[in-house]
């Protein structure tokens, strides 16, 4: 029985990995609170469809045509005169630094392991940099699986104790 509700919540954590209105924690909260299903077996499928989604979001980034290709080219100068040059200045310098530190061993886990488990920074956005980042794919999905099994577990547990 355990099984047909495994594949539900695995299925609707890879719809709610990749479309931001499906709310992956308000299914497991409302499974939790009125025990329509396991809420723990719930949370740990919905944590797997949740890697399965953003991993195909990553793999999405990394493998996207004309990637491999691309030669790095100079940005267009801005005119930091004026406040939306300014602005493009400040953007440009927070996704390098972003990229930066995602491709970096010492910052790209951390990062994504706050994020899974947290949500700050979001998961959708850390899941598109990570793809442009350098950071190895296996890593990542660990990283994500495990922010996301302990997020959805705890919620689960919290919910289905009241």
């Not at 994020?115 to 994500?144: D, E, H, K």
């Amino acid at each position: 029985m355990w099984l047909w509700q495994l594949a539900l919540a695995v299925g609707f954590g890879i719809g709610s990995a990749v479309i931001p209105v499906m709310n992956a924690e308000a299914y497991v909260l409302a499974l939790g609170a009125t025990h329509a299903l396991n809420p723990v077996v719930a949370a740990i499928g919905v944590s797997i469809g949740q890697t399965i989604g953003k991993v195909a979001m990553f793999l999405a980034v990394r493998y996207r045509p004309g990637y491999a290709a691309r030669k790095t080219k100079e940005p267009k100068p801005v005119d930091l005169d004026t406040r939306w040059g300014r602005f493009v200045q400040w953007n440009r310098d927070v996704s390098k630094r972003l990229l930066d530190a995602m491709s970096d061993s010492r910052w790209g886990i951390p990062v994504t392991l706050l994020s899974a488990f947290v949500g700050i920074p979001p998961l959708y956005g850390v899941a598109l940099i990570g793809g442009a980042s350098r950071m190895r794919t296996i890593v990542f999905a660990l990283s994500v699986l495990a922010g996301r099994g302990a997020r959805f577990v705890l919620l689960a547990l919290g919910v289905s104790v009241v």
